[in-house]
């Protein structure tokens, strides 16, 4: 039997009123503002009312280092989050709004899939409530308005070379990578290279996810550095008075969007930052009204524990104050295999025809990563919990194989079919998970905020990474003592490196050990809070490929749209 | 008695639940979609259940030549609608949606005006729900997807210094004008030529504005022509396979949106072309809808009657089908006093404090505009109406001025007080609106499809504007070939020229004679649906100003905006 994509599946999905989605969370009708029947805003007010209920077991989501294909980590938080409502438990799903130009691009739309997804697929691919859209609105006005501030005498003395703020659309659009703006006559700007990256890379994108308040958004914005005077000192969004627009701009973006997924299990969908060069994390606000709205909040985390659940404990929660019960890693047989260093899986292509053949050794070839990624999740003082992201194509010896690992190390394990089964296929994870949250857990950070830059990401490096150390770039040198002289010293770092690595080159699989993380320079997104080094390509823009999704979505005679999936 | 400010007015405003609003147009709820709690969008459905009620009145509001500082057409255009509901009848008022550049530039927010303006105005004028950005989504997909193309091979010749298609954004941005792109290695495309316009100049935007239907808005997506291949040819963005996705990417942005005034009448707002390049006018499906939701239909129409209002009748009504009842011509005292040649009005500055003075001579020598203006709206069989907005400066005979004028062309004019006074304000003005369309009008178009695309130029040149001929370049002549030869040549004009004058030259008042109309190139919006020959420097995207008005937006400390007025 064929099962239906996911477009089919999210039709015949049958909805619940998102009022009664939300009662079920104990949040009023007038906390709530529908948008489309599809979404519904969750007023910020949502905070402080419900801050008397209890609080949620609070479980983050990650995975091994992932192919490029991805571990499943969305599916799986939403299997999860599903699976609880059949042992009883009441569950609050939060996640990253997808960005709209991979839809077009390589994707086809992102929303779990199959029977853990979050529906209507069509909306929460297109559009949803327009938060994308606004963060491009005010991070592009910030763009003009520093233009313009050239162009009308530069008061500030900006140093036109040294401006790092660039512009961003949300789409995937390789030939805005690199452009040269203000051509054409005096009247038509300031000559300069600029670019723009896609809307997810974008600052204004960070820093909203990472905001606790409306206020605290407010001086976020203030905060951004926008780059350098003649003198070398930062210029900020503040001294261009565009802070307070940009924040008018994003009070909607601001405020959540519940959705609901096939099994009517509620969903916090709220902003969508990069998990390279920013954090990869769901919003903070939408946790901040998730932890006492159930009796588990699941949210995931971008990449493997090495990347998004690592910026989770040592960027997110620092932010919230909000700390973790237990940690999912999500692992694929598929996964293992590729850390076996035997196979290469590449976007956009079919599996390897011999990765296919039953191979549990394969597997138990490919644990060290696993094993690593447990390690790293206990480095935080939090218990893991391994979800087998079961395929139709695997085999139960395949299975047994990381059974195998999870239980050499002492963790728990489940093997989880919600895909095809929906929430009652990660019964057993939620059972897991349960025994987890239930644990004596001591979070803690990896390191304080005092601790110098470069240490820090030494740390990152050293104990997550697997690293022997780092090697920063003399350029690197200079940005990191101009970021302490500066005052950001006492930000966390957020290591801009490939997902496809524990190391930063991209082709070493496992847990790679005896090489050292090169620091080529170090960026910083002071609004959002934190120090990005850059280690390896960092790509902010996508293109598109020779045969688009684009080129396959379409309307049909009804109407109805075809070729998202 | 100081008035309240916009905001005030707004914020003060008691509104009635959209559903209510809606039911009193015989919209259903199963219709209506709510968009939080200020918009709610209109199912396309309504047209077909809206069919059997009888069909209103259909007025089309524009003004005789404006300054710089507008005429008031949009406060009209609302305090007629609420006038109505004085008079026992019941209106829908259609408007465009204001785009959010100019906000953030010069404007500060645009909703009408005092008690005449749509609410609440900082939901029309923050996103609204998302259609301008879905166009500038649309438009840019296609733009990314004809860099691919070139990136990926090229297999449709397309010759990349005949790529008319640019890319758009939201913002007045002056450094976006001219760019160049694909810079960098190359992975990161095809250097090239391009630009940004703002989202209200996209093609998308009048194409969208101009779609009776989704099937009809898929096939002109599919009907734009990007650029020319290397043997001269148009292609398509369907050539490009990009017509469906855009299409999909402009699912919701069709259906238009439901507001209210702060009388409570009903306003759909729906799109927001371009004044000059393109139709200036809202959408023909909101009037689709509105043309059956109540008594009288008021919609705007960009510009001086010879702008927006004569590609109401000769473009916007050619596709509909719909036929108007009566046209009012707003005027003010400002406006004729400038038609004079005394005076010069300046966008964003003060009035000259000499311009204040009473001087019924000086209005009564603006005459020829106001006169020239009626004379445009009976060239299409339509009878007008002269709205006089007063303002608190204005005298009692300078208005009688402009009942003298208005006397003398036998038509009905009256004094309106809407924006301090609301709906109660314009009572007069409603009620000779309802004698004019109780008349017997003959509506007609200026021109046959057939005529050759040069004549039709000529036409509106010579009928309308009062020019003596028209000059065409040697490009607009080359241009005019081919758009015959590549079978355009059936679609009507859209003359690209100031606002500001009847001619082509902005310092020439009143109604100018003995000059030609210089066309120096001539464009194409094959899919919208029009040819249009610029005249004159058109700017399609916006500067900021030395102190624009996003650096005084911001939110106060209860978290409420401030500084949009």
Redesign the interface.
Known sequence: MTMPNNLEISRSASLKPLAEVADGMGIGAHLL?????AAA?VSLEAIAELADRPRAKYVVVSSVTPTPLGAGKTTTSVGLGQAFGHIGKRAVIALRQPS?GPT?GIKGGAAGGGYSQVVPMEALN??L??DM??V??AH??L???I??HL??GNALSINPHAITWR?V????????????????GK????PR?GGFDITAASEVMALLALSTS??DL?ERLGRIVIGYDVDGKPVTAEQL?????M???L??ALKPNLMQTVENTPVLIHCGPFGNIATGNSSIIADLIGIHAGDYLVTEAGFGADMGAERFFNIKCRNSGLTPDAAVLVVTVRDLKTHSGKYRVVAGKPLPEEMLAESPDDVTAGASNLRKQIANIREHGIEPVVAINAFPSDFASEHQSILDIAAEESVRAAVCTHVPDGGKGAIDLARAVVEACDQQNTFTTLYEDALPLVEKIETVARRIYGADGIDLSPLAERQLADYERNGFGNLPVCIAKTHLSLSSDPSKKGAPTGWRLPVREVRASVGAGFIYPICGDMRTMP??S?A????????DDN?E?V??A
Chains 1, 2 share one sequence.
């Open positions: 503002e529908p948008y489309g029947r805003k709209m077009f297109l559009h409530t327009g859209h606004a491009t609105a592009n006005l763009a003009a308005m233009d313009n162009h009308k512009r659309l949300d789409v995937n659009d390789r030939d805005l990578r690199q452009i040269v703006t203000g051509l054409g009247a038509d700007g300031t290279q409306l206020q407010r008075k565009a802070a307070g627009a924040c008018v701009i009070l909607e293109g598109l020779s688009p999704a684009a080129e396959r979505i379409d309307i109407g749209i070729g998202l």
